[in-house]
């Protein structure tokens, strides 16, 4: 998929940007230039499978997507589109949960939907029902994903790979002793008691590609090294458990209501601090640091000792997972 | 689909506006407050079949019809965003061409794609491609679909149905004599030159529903009767002729590069010939005007003088027209 993005479509597109941060960037949301601060625009299409699945459904699914786009851009959510592409004959009720779900979001935030779009396809063309939504925020500042600079300190607000395994058990059938649930959340409340703290450099939301991708898209495109211990990172023991078992790594699960945050060295506790007291962040942990070392790489330390490149996943384990 | 969405969307989103226009509007976008100018946000998903028709594609599509839903508010565009759900297996080369369609109509005007977001679904799960966009513009000035008040005269920019009658011709394989063409094409250069004279009251791409069913919008927005001449509006001979041959009225069937114009009467002749100055503007007609009586309907004066009332179509008379 990345090479995918860079060597087809980034080409197709001269003109990527109409302020400080645009396409080519790849970050989380585009930042256009306005008068008085950063209006932040943001783009996803939800593609779930199945749609209900522990913990949440496809339309919180693409409310927590996309204002969590926005939250990680640092951008306070103002407004969002809706795009509607649904199957010929899939139940008004069952629809009708899911958008209520998406409204739920939207409405703890005060945050409107502003424009929207509805399509049908006939059965056979479409399996259920596609949500494309685009956000817009207003970032006093923004936040990129190649702020890092070395010594920075990575915090990570909770467990990871809960989302991808949550729903990936539900697609499959698989048994799982007590359950797991997606951990799919709006994470600005989170995200604004960091902010207020000074100090976050970068901040990225963990979603395709999980913890992996995310850690090594901040290296990349800062430059600089990033070095994390794998007993520091949060992971649920069942989550743990049976991604051993199937043979792929939690580290490299979709989240949906986390964040990997870049912070100055002299506020990491503070921010560590401040993220904890939110309902979201009890389990947040500063996992390691960016280094000058192994520019655009990921070291971890793992639980027995030995050094490793934490790879970039070559694709998400679990297609469709948001 | 209207009332779909009037008593099944539209009440599901208790917050539906962070500006002077809304998604209660339910107008081609949204304007956000902002403290220079109006940002104007919209979004569609584009789900046409077949991807190729003459005159155009999915890309191109797109691209139009996201920049007209800006153009008909008043906006210049500014920036798009592009979700792209894509089936498996799809070839790289189609989808590269219907994306270069697509960046070709955002270069001309100096567009930028801001963000994106790409979803794989696998073979049987959709057929072919999606693409979600969101526009976002600057409107110095935006023009709702309301705005009408009785005398002023209503424009329409170009001949009507093209694009129905083209996507359905190229689906069902009729037999064209000399071929049809959509009409899609980006109508902001033409919709400039009818602002820059003033006087331009209220403003609608025909779309679903053709002019039918933006007359009938503009009608029950504004409160006001529509009086149409049914031998002024500019039909192609050939567009007339399927559509009589198989059942339909051309003035239900889709246009993807034609804009509905209400203008204060003193102003009307004046921006007709502004329109008919641009390319896509030498067959523009003033078709009617707006009227204190009926209000909320609109009323045909037919070939052979009869009247009779121009219903909102039911639904457009083409699936994936758009």
């Known amino acids: 998929m990345q090479r995918f993005i860079a ?69 306070r959510p103002l407004a969002v589109t809706l795009g509607l592409v649904v199957e010929e004959g899939f139940p008004i009720d069952e629809l009708k949960r899911h958008l209520v779900s998406f409204s739920s979001v939207l409405e703890k935030f005060g945050v409107a939907l502003v424009a929207g779009d509805t399509k049908v396809m006939g059965n056979g063309e479409l399996d259920g029902l596609i949500l494309s939504t685009a956000g817009v925020g207003i970032a006093e500042k923004f936040v990129p994903d190649a702020g890092l600079e070395p010594g920075d300190r990575i915090i990570v607000t909770g467990t990871v790979g809960d989302h991808g395994m949550a729903v990936l058990a539900a697609r499959e059938g698989l048994p799982v002793e007590g359950g797991i649930e997606s951990d799919v959340a709006p994470i600005w409340p989170l995200v604004e008691k960091a902010l207020a703290m000074g100090g976050v450099k970068a901040m ?57 945050i870049g912070v100055s060295p002299d ?19 500063i996992i390691g640091e960016a280094v000058e070392e192994y520019p655009g790489k990921v070291i971890l330390e793992t639980e027995v000792g030995g050094r490793r490149y934490l790879e970039m996943p070559l694709g998400d384990p679990v297609p469709r997972i948001c």
């Open 7 to 75: 060597e087809v479509l980034l080409p197709l597109f001269p003109t990527k940007s109409v302020g400080p941060l645009g396409l080519e960037a790849l970050d989380d949301g585009a930042v256009l230039s306005l008068p008085e601060g950063h209006l932040v625009v943001t783009t996803d299409s939800h593609v779930v499978k199945p749609l209900v699945f522990p913990g949440g459904d496809i339309g919180k699914l693409a409310a927590c997507g996309t204002l969590n786009d926005l939250a990680v851009m640092g951008a």
């Open 204 to 260: 990225k939301d963990p979603t395709r590609g999980g913890l992996a991708a995310a850690l090594n898209e901040m290296a990349r495109k800062a430059g600089v090294g990033i070095f994390v211990r794998e007993h520091e990172i949060p992971v649920r023991l069942e989550v743990k458990g049976i991604a051993e078992l199937i043979g792929i790594s939690p580290l490299a699960l979709a989240c949906e209501g986390r964040a990997v």
């Open 267 to 285: 506020k990491a506790h503070a921010i560590l601090e401040a993220i904890r007291e939110d309902p979201l962040g009890h389990k947040a942990r």
